[in-house]
C-alpha cells in the first residue's frame, strides 16, 4: 500500500482509512482500492500559496527543505526532500509541495510529497518522497515548499518508546547499495506494539539524499521480543557514503 500511495501523492494513513476492509499486507492480484484524491492535472504556470499555519503548529515548523531529484529510465522523476524539525516537540504526517518544471521545455506539475513515517521528531531529519509520472522533461529544476503537518498531542499514547541492537550498515561493493540489518524491540517489554517502521535512508557524500527503504515488522509483533531485521536500501544512481536509520512503534489500531 505504501508505493500505492506514494505513487497518488497520498498518505499511507489515508489510503487505509479510505480502504478499511483491505489488509494491506494480504493484497493480490485483483485488488480494488478507493484512492482518496482528485488527480493534478498538469499545470503550465502553477501558483504557489504560502500556506497560513494553524494556532497549534506555529510552535512548530519545518525548515531547511533540501529537494534532492532523480529521472528513472522509464522517464518519472523521483524527488526526496530532506525536512528538517527545527521546533522543540515532535510534528506528525507532515507533507511538501514539490514543484518540477523543465528547463528548456514547457512543463510544470506540483505534487505532494510525504514521510515514509508518521513522525518527524525535534531536531530530526527526515526525507519525504514523491514520483512524477512520465513523461517528464529530461533537464529540470525542482523546488519544495511546506505545506501541512499537525502537532502530536502532549499525552500522546498512540506511538511506543523503541530500542534498536546490534545495528549494522554494510555499503555495498559498488556504492549503489548496502544492507542493514539488526534487531528492534520496544522499551517496554509488556507493551504490544500494533506496527514496527523502520526507516533508511542512503545518503552521498555531500549530504544529498541517493534512496530509501522503509521495511514494516511481520504481523503479528509478539510483546516482549525483539525482531531481527535485514534488508536493502538502494541509490536512485549516486553512490553512497553512509547510511541513517530511524524507527517507529505504534499501538494497535482500534
Do not use: H
Not at 509520472?133 to 498531542?153: K, N, R, S, Y
Request: with cysteine.
Amino acid at each position: 500500500m505504501f508505493g500505492i500511495a506514494l505513487r497518488y501523492g497520498i498518505s499511507l494513513e489515508a489510503l487505509k482509512t479510505a480502504n478499511p476492509e483491505v489488509n494491506p499486507y494480504y493484497m493480490g492480484v485483483g485488488t480494488q482500492l478507493l484512492i482518496p484524491i482528485t488527480p493534478t492535472p498538469l499545470l503550465a504556470t502553477p501558483t504557489l500559496q504560502t500556506p497560513l499555519p494553524t494556532a497549534e503548529a506555529t510552535s512548530t515548523a519545518i525548515l531547511n527543505l533540501q529537494t534532492d531529484c532523480y529521472r528513472d529510465v522509464s522517464g518519472g522523476v523521483i524527488c526526496f526532500v530532506l525536512a528538517q524539525n527545527l521546533g522543540e516537540k515532535p510534528i506528525e504526517n507532515p507533507t511538501v509541495l514539490v514543484t518540477l518544471s523543465g528547463v528548456s521545455k514547457e512543463y510544470s506539475q506540483t505534487q505532494t510529497a510525504i514521510l515514509p513515517l508518521n513522525l518527524l521528531p525535534a531536531g530530526a531529519a527526515l526525507p519525504l518522497v514523491t514520483y512524477f509520472q512520465p513523461p517528464t522533461p529530461e533537464q529540470f529544476t525542482a523546488t519544495a515548499q511546506a505545506d501541512f503537518w499537525l502537532p502530536v498531542p502532549e499525552e500522546d499514547t498512540r506511538y511506543l518508546e523503541i530500542n534498536l541492537a546490534d545495528l549494522q550498515t554494510e555499503i555495498m561493493e559498488d556504492s549503489r547499495s548496502a544492507k542493514i540489518r539488526g534487531q528492534v524491540a520496544l522499551a517496554d517489554p509488556t507493551k504490544r506494539p500494533g506496527a514496527i517502521w523502520m526507516l533508511a535512508t542512503a545518503f552521498t557524500q555531500d549530504g544529498r539524499v541517493a534512496g530509501i527503504r522503509r521495511w514494516e515488522a511481520p504481523l503479528p509483533i509478539p510483546a516482549g521480543q525483539a525482531i531481527p531485521f535485514s534488508f536493502s536500501v538502494y541509490s536512485m544512481g549516486p553512490e553512497i557514503a553512509r547510511v541513517e536509520v530511524s524507527a517507529e512503534a505504534r499501538t494497535p489500531l482500534e
